[in-house]
Every structure is written in C-alpha cells, then in structure tokens.
C-alpha cells in the first residue's frame, strides 16, 4: 500500500478544525439563543409583575380620587357670600369600607342619603363559568385579620381599548371575551376606616396610675382586647408595658400595628394579643373634628394658648391685618387683650364686653372690640339654625324648641349661649366665686356700634333684652320684707323724726355640689368692719333714693340712723344680721347643702296707708330686687360696697327689673317677723316675676315648700331633668370647683373642660320673659317625644371640642395637625361589605373601666352601641338622621351621624339625669368620621387567549395607608384650609 504524499495531511487537518469551529459556533448560536429566550421570559415576567403592581394601585388611587370627590369642598369662590359657602360645604361620615354622603346638588348638602362603597364590591354571583373568575379573597393567608373570614372582592377587568385610551374598565363579573378589547388584567380592593379601631400608641387604660382627663385617648382601654383562643383580656401589665415604651423609655411611637412585638422579650404575650387582635389595632388614626355643617368645632375654652395657631409657609406664627394672632381653631375668645396672662374669665372685667369702665382707657382711647360679642353671635347663629341635618324635613332649631314664643327682635337664645360661656368660665376660673354674665343687646343708651352689640354689664339689668347668666356664689331662695304698723323716734344727723320700721330678710343656699364646701359670709370677725376690707353685701333695690317708697335709713347704734347713699341700695352683711343657721365664730359660714338667713333692719320715713297715693307697697305688691355681692367697702362709707367689679355677684332680676313681694298689712302694731313669703324652686330660675311665688309660711333656714325635687314632674317641653324613675332630679346643680382645687386641680381636669359631655349641666330653664323652667338642662338622653322630628339636645356635643391635651412622647400622633385629633374611636365600626366580620374592640375600650358604667356589664353597652339596639321603656330611643327609618325595617344598617346619637342606646343614658355621667366619659373619645384609610387591594396581570380564556401572569397584593387633612399654613381665613392626602405607609404583601 503506498503511502499518501505529504500535501494530502495538511488538507485533512483543516478541515477537522473547520468542523470544530462549526460546531462550536453552533454551541454558541444555540446558548446565546436560549439564553435570549430566558431573558425574553424574565422580561415579560417581570413586565408582567409590574404590571400587575400597577393594576394594585388602581384601587389605591380609585380611594384618593374618590375621598378627594366626597369629602373636598372647593374653596369659597370670588363674590360668593359667606352664606351659600357655608350651604355648600357638605357633611359626610365614613366606617370600614364606606362613606355616607348626601346627594349630589342642589339637595342639601348637610343631610346624608346614600353610601358609596369604599371598594371594588361584593361579589353577587353564585358560581362562575371558569374557576379563573372566581373573585380574590382580600384576607388570603390572614393578610388582614387572624380570623377564618373570607374577604371576597369583585374584580375590576382592565381592557386594552384603541377607542379609549389606552384602558376601559369593565365591572361585569364574567366579562364578554372581545379580540378588539383584550383583557389585559384586573384589580380589586377595600378600604379600611383606622379611626374604628383601637390606636394602641395613644391608647392605655383607665384609672390606677392613669390621671389624665377623661377626654385624653389613654384612656381607651388596651385589656378590652381579648384573645380569640381562651377569651383571655390583655393584661393590665402589658398595657403598661406599650404605654411606658411611648412615654417613658424609649420614649418613641409604634411605626406598625404589630412593632410592640419587640417588647414580648420582657412582657410575654403581647405579640399574641397583637396577632389576634390585628384587625382591631392600629398604630396612626385622627379625624378632622368637624361639625356637620363643615366647619371646624367651636373649642370650648377661654385660654388661647390651648388653642392651636395658624403658620406661615416658613413655619413663623400667623397674624391678621389688625396685628392679632390667627387662630387654627375657633374658640370662646371672650378675655381681653392687654395684659393677657393674667387675666381670669372668672373676673367679669377681664372680659372684652363692651363695659363703659374698661373699654376706653385713661386719655380717651378705645381698647379692644367687643370680643364677647363675636362669640355670642357665633353660638347664637348655630343655636338658630334650623338645617340640622338629623331631623328630616323639620325646621326645628334650639331657639324655636326652648324660646318658643320670643319675638324676633329678643329672640332670647342668647341666655342659652351664656349658661354655655358661664359654664366654661367656671372651669377655667381659679377665683371662688365667680358673678354670672349680665349682658344685654342693643340697649338705647348704648353707643357707638355697641348699640348693636351684647353688651357686659356690672350693674343690674332691667329692661327687655336683658340677661343674667349661672354663676359659681351662693343663691338667694328666699326672702320676705315686713314693716312695722307703728312709728318710732329716730335721730338722723341730730334731727329727730319718725320712722317705720322694716324687715328684708333672705335666705342664702349653697348647693351641695356647686364646687365651693363654704363661704363665710362675715369674714371681718370685728365689730366694725375695717375700711376698704373685702366683705359680703346684701342689696334691695328699693332701698335706693328715688325708688318712690321714700328714703330708707340704716340705724347705726341706739336711734341714731344715717340716710343711704344716692344711687346705692348695697349694704354689708354684719354678724347681728345673721339669724338661722350658719357655723363658725360669727355663725356665717354657709356650708355646702345648707342654709343661711340674713336680716337687715332699717327705717322708712313713710306711714302704711292702703292707697296707692304714696306708693305704698301693699296697693299691688312690694317691688323688689334682691341680691348679694362680694367686694370691698367703700372707703369713705365702709358699710356700703365700693366701685368696680365685685369679685362676685348675684341678682336675682326680671325684664321688667324688680320682683313684686306681697306684703302682709302690718296693721297698727309693733314690727313682727315676716309670715309670708317669695320662694322660688330651681334656685338658678330666679328671674322672672312669676319664678317667685308667694307662700303663706315661710321656709326660712331649711328647704323651701316650693322644691320640687323627686316630684313628679311638670308638662313641660322640653322636659325636665328626671331620675331613674321618673321624679324630678337635681342632679344637674352642679358647677365645677375652681381651677386648681379638687377634681379641677394639676392631678385632675386643671382648668379645663375635658369632656364635651359637661355640657349636660348647662341650664336650659332660665327665661326671664316668659318665666323659668326648673331643673332642666341640655338633656343627654332619649328625648320625651312621639317622634324624632323635634331636634334632640345631644345634637349640641356636635358643635363643640375640648382643648388637646399633651400626650407625652406621642404628642405628635394625638394632635397630628392643628385641626385633627387621634385616638378617638369611630362609632360607625360596622364593617361594610362584610358584616359578618364584627370590629367592637374600640367600642369595648371606650367603656372597659368607665367610672360610671353604674354596674352595667360594658361588653353589653359596646354590644348596645355596635348593633344600634336603642333604650327602651319610658325613657326609649329613636333612630335619627341617616337612613331615615328605624331597623330591622331599613335596607341598611344604621349609621351615627354624630357621636352623641349613642344617648339614644340601650344603656348609655337611658337611666335618668345622673346616667348622663357615662355620656361624659367616653363622648369626647368618639368620633363618627375618620380620615386615615388603610387601602388594601390586589392587581393580576392576565393574558386572553384567542378562544377568549383568561391566563393570569402575575399578581401583586398591596397595602397603603392614606391620611386626608386640613393643611392651614398660610390661609386666608380659618375655614379655607386646604385638604390635602398623603401615603403615610405602604408595603407589598407576600401572601405565599
């Protein structure tokens, strides 16, 4: 065999080589592909996934888009009056997974009439032609709640549409295949309410070491949580545990419902009452604290440094044109300007009203405006509406319920404004006594444009239009005038002449708990008092000169008389002149739930003649005035009181200024102590003619024939405070005591109204032209009526807030923004869409440890409130406002329109005036709005086949959490802030 020639090698090699390259290339092309293919997946995977994020935060930004369209009001626009801005603005109230709206306008804006879901919807098909259809299940995984609920959503389809584009929407449950609109995914979502829930960095527990205020969010009660396995309460330690890591170390807030898991390493459970109870919790809530005819709540306080300021962009304070500072919230701005911090609302002359001695100073300069004024026209306009929006088609409003007959020109409603300011005065007030408001509206003699204006007054007032208000002094029940028959020798500045001898004897009361244990009515213990010393004074005001009885002397020692001053009827109070009762070394201290009778003895320089000739008292009455006041004596006439304000006064007043006592004919005889009487029974109603009533023996020293107290009572309407069992209760005489002392010192309220429940001991009887209903007060109960047209009182706790409390480290989250407050508990907890899931914890919190549960199981009363069950029996509730007709008849569960329609439940105050106390302790924690929204939804991105089936190629499920406020910075007015939204948190959920 012959070899191959050298050249043939060569060639072979080659082409192994070739070959070599060729496959390799080969390797490469194929590796390169298939890893262009995986990438070509990875991409569309990944395409898809964000795809399907996208398609999750629809339902985020369908919740914004539509709180921004229900709960937004545009701002007032150029030239619109105050009035149809303030019609337009609406009311609206929100729960788990709805708002409650009125109807589109022109309908009233204030009255609510339909639900808008707070999500995709509730499924209402029973089966599906494909399982790919069947609608997603929200709690997947426990993703919301640790309990077994399905949360079962209808899907929202997402279609690629040329005709409008570049999506369409599709709400049908089994969406029509089209090749021209493919379906390119879905999404659904629901939205929860966090102010139904329990806010767990605010929230603590009542009593023990807890001495905030009733008002303050700790309050709320952490051992209402329960675990799910056992029905065991979270215990009292762990409370303290969550409480002491937000205010004391490390002094720093929850960033998740479930962070305080963290502290399971020293207090063990609490990660498991966290997990059970997840659905209930949460760690950031507020609501805007609105009334519902969309302006901020009227702060009831007198203190403006509890009242938040209105900032400049550069976060400086804000002022008005006039210089004065802008206020975020409005409040009773009564006290005057000048020398602000030490002024007392206590001190009538601290108040800018108008008065003629402060209102100008030293060289002729008007001060301040009359800032009292401002505020009374404020309360009076809410007082006067008649579109409150929870009585249907009724025109009722408090002025026509309670000042029925009053003309327009004295419309008379300004008297219950003032017991309103008079109330708050007394909380605020660190003097003991404090003189009640006396005022009165455009007063001929007026001048300037207080002419117009309710104006303060320190004397007495007497004609029409004049009011005087509830103070915190002892109150005069009782008094009586006698007059000798026979004359007697007096010596009058050496002059000898007859005289008659008379008697004016009243009887001073100080109620059991009216804030003060005892006054001493003579506290100079001297013989004499010194001059200028600081005394109690007793005033009639016939014993002026001029007053057409003739002139009244006082006898100063033996016969020795001294005529009374011109234009004075003000005499102190000596220890002689007291006769009944009274303890201490001059037997004068009126002590609290007791009596005291003072006589004052002068003379009279007119005979008794029964002839209206000399005006003799006994033609047609004796017309009085009677009084007590506490001041300094005049230095110059120490017996009588000095000028300026008294640091205290009461006087009993009519509109036509005196008070007409029947006198008995003393015949021809010596001076004989009175028989008969003028009594009166509510000792607040003590100024109108006919609130004081002649009897025939009196009652001096003890309670008077006229109280009606655990009487039945009368047919009045309204109604009048009544107990447990129907019988006229006094329960309501109460006034706090001063700032400082007491309950209303630095371990308790310190001066402040902490509950706008303490709006229930505001006297509503007092009329002074039509005559005073006694005992009654803004009721905080089921109203007596047949049905619910007539405008029920409660409606008032609306209208108000109390003064923000400090939270410690957690201040932030308490008051979030200048005009929103968190912690509160919504009442509207009904979760909507799904109703089986029951949400009651915070409702439970509110009343878990109440002070005035009365013995009532509190998991009975939270159950009460969550179902709506109203109060039966005499004292049975209504359903008012939304949706206008009572359960089990309506369509849809019941809805609060406001937190105070919970005095109509089973429970709460349907056990009398004193069951009224529960209504202040919790009242003030509710709310019925919120405006922190957990959003929680779920995107797919889904492929159509061309035979019309749906593949799904990613899904994401989403959490957010999205707060609407009020932003103020830099606003106009007060009322145009700028609502504004913003996420606050926001994570992916993972539930596989």
């Not at 109203?783 to 706790?797: G, I, Q, S």
């Not at 005035?852 to 406002?881: F, R, S």
Request: proline letters at 7%; one cysteine or more; glycine letters at 10%.
């Amino acid at each position: 065999m012959n070899a191959l020639p050298p050249s043939a090698r060569p060639r072979g090699f080659a082409l192994i080589i070739t070959l070599f390259f060729i496959v390799l290339l080969c390797v490469i092309v194929v590796g390169f592909l298939n890893s262009s293919r995986v990438e070509r997946v990875a991409a569309a995977s990944h395409l898809d996934r964000e795809s399907a994020t996208h398609f999750a935060s629809e339902g985020i930004e369908r919740t914004v888009a539509t709180l921004q369209q229900q709960t937004v009001d545009p701002a007032q626009m150029a030239g619109e009056s105050d009035a149809d801005y303030l019609a337009r603005k609406r009311h609206w109230i929100s729960q788990p997974g709805a708002l409650i709206v009125p109807n589109d306008p022109p309908a009233d804006q204030k009255q609510l009439q339909k639900r808008i879901d707070l999500s995709s919807g509730i499924p209402a098909a029973a089966s599906y032609s494909d399982p790919v259809l069947q609608p997603p299940n929200l709690n997947l995984n426990h993703l919301i709640t640790e309990r077994t609920d399905e949360m079962k959503l209808k899907w929202v389809y997402v279609r690629k549409d040329a005709d409008f584009p570049p999506y369409s929407y599709d709400f049908d449950e089994e969406p029509k295949f089209d090749a021209k609109k493919p379906i390119i995914g879905r999404f659904a979502y629901w939205v929860d309410d966090e102010s139904s829930k329990i806010n767990y960095n605010l929230a603590w527990k009542r009593g023990g070491s807890n001495t905030n205020p009733v008002s303050h969010p700790s309050c709320i009660n952490l051992t209402a949580l329960k675990r799910a396995a056992d029905g065991s309460a979270l215990s009292e330690t762990m409370a303290d545990a969550m409480h002491n890591w937000t205010t004391g170390t490390p002094g720093r807030y929850f960033n998740t419902f479930a962070d305080a898991r963290q502290l399971d390493a020293t207090t063990s459970g609490i990660t498991r009452f966290l997990s059970d109870n997840k659905f209930e919790l949460t760690h950031f809530n507020h609501d805007p604290d609105t009334t519902f005819f969309g302006e901020d709540r009227i702060m009831l306080t007198t203190n403006r440094d509890l009242v938040p300021t209105v900032k400049n962009p550069d976060g400086t304070v804000a002022h008005n044109p006039d210089g004065s500072i802008k206020y975020a919230r409005r409040f009773l701005d009564i006290l005057r300007d000048d020398n602000y911090q030490t002024r007392d609302p206590g001190i009538v002359g601290d108040i800018a009203g108008g008065q003629e001695d402060w209102q100008k100073d030293l060289s002729g300069n008007t001060l301040l405006p009359n800032k009292f004024d401002a505020v009374m026209q404020m309360l009076i306009g809410y007082l006067s509406k008649t579109n409150w929006p929870l009585v249907s088609g009724s025109t009722t409003s408090f002025a026509s319920k309670y000042y029925s007959g009053a003309p327009a020109t004295d419309p008379q409603i300004g008297q219950f404004a003032a017991n309103i300011i008079d109330y708050v005065r007394a909380k605020e007030s660190a003097q003991p006594m404090i003189p009640p408001l006396r005022f009165a509206k455009g007063r001929p003699t007026e001048k300037g444009d207080n002419k117009n204006k309710y104006t303060l007054y320190s004397a007495p007032l007497t004609a029409a239009g004049s009011y005087q208000g509830v103070c915190r002094a002892p109150y005069i029940t009782e008094f009586a005038v006698s007059e000798s028959g026979t004359a007697s020798a007096i010596s009058v500045s050496g002059t000898n002449m007859q005289g008659w001898e008379m008697y004016f004897q009243a009887e001073l009361f100080l109620p059991q708990n009216y804030g003060l244990d005892s006054i001493d009515l003579v506290p100079d213990t001297g013989a004499n008092p010194a001059a200028s010393s600081t005394g109690w004074f007793i005033s009639f005001t016939t014993l002026s000169p001029g007053s057409g009885y003739g002139t009244f002397y006082f006898p100063t020692g033996g016969n020795s008389c001294i005529p009374f001053p011109a234009g004075v009827n003000t005499i102190r109070i000596f220890k002689d002149d007291i006769i009944a009762g009274g303890d201490g070394p001059n037997h004068s201290v009126l002590k609290a739930g007791s009596y005291v009778v003072v006589r004052k003895r002068v003379y009279r320089d007119r005979a008794f003649k029964a002839s209206a000739d000399q005006k003799n008292p006994w033609s047609g009455g004796f017309a009085t005035r009677v009084g007590i006041t506490l001041g300094q004596g005049d230095p110059a006439q120490p017996l009588f009181v000095g000028k300026g304000w008294p640091s205290a006064c009461l006087v009993q007043q009519t509109a036509s200024g005196v008070i007409h006592c029947e006198l008995e004919d003393p015949g021809t005889g010596p001076l004989k102590p009175p028989g008969a009487s003028m009594e009166i029974d509510d000792p607040r109603c003590g100024v109108a003619s006919s609130d004081w009533v002649k009897v025939a023996s009196n009652t001096f020293g003890s309670q008077n024939s006229r109280w009606t107290v655990g009487k039945s009572p009368g047919s009045f309407s309204p109604q009048q405070d009544t107990d447990e069992n129907g019988l006229v209760s006094d329960a309501s005489l109460y006034m706090p005591p001063p700032k400082g002392v007491g309950a209303n010192g630095p371990t308790g309220d310190n001066g402040r109204v902490t509950s706008i429940g303490e709006l229930g001991y505001v006297c509503t009887g007092v009329n002074a032209g039509a005559g005073s209903v006694p005992w009654r007060t803004i009721r905080l109960q089921p109203n007596k009526y047949p049905d619910a047209t007539t405008l029920p009182d409660w409606a008032l706790l609306e209208l108000f807030t109390v003064p923000n409390t400090d939270a410690g480290a957690s201040d932030a989250l308490y008051k979030p923004h200048d005009t929103s407050v968190g912690g509160r508990v919504n009442v509207n907890s009904h979760v909507a869409g799904f109703e089986n899931m029951t949400r009651d914890r915070g409702l439970a919190a509110l009343l878990t440890g109440a002070p005035h549960l009365n013995g009532a199981d509190p998991e009975t009363v939270a159950t009460n409130i969550y179902q709506h069950l109203l109060a039966t029996g005499a004292n049975a509730g209504k359903v008012y406002g939304y949706p206008w007709k009572p359960a089990p008849a309506s369509t849809e569960p019941n809805i609060y329109d406001t937190p105070g329609e919970i005095c109509e439940i089973n429970g709460v105050a349907d056990g009398g005036e004193k069951s009224e106390a529960l209504v202040r302790d919790i009242v003030s924690l509710t709310t019925a709005r919120g405006e922190v929204f957990s959003i929680y939804t779920v995107g797919q991105t889904l492929k159509q086949t061309p035979t019309g089936k749906l593949v799904v190629t990613a899904e994401q499920r989403q959490q957010a959490m999205v707060e609407r406020y009020v932003d103020k910075t830099g606003t106009a007015t007060d009322d145009n802030g700028l609502v504004r939204f913003r996420t606050i948190y926001f994570q992916n959920l993972a539930p596989y």
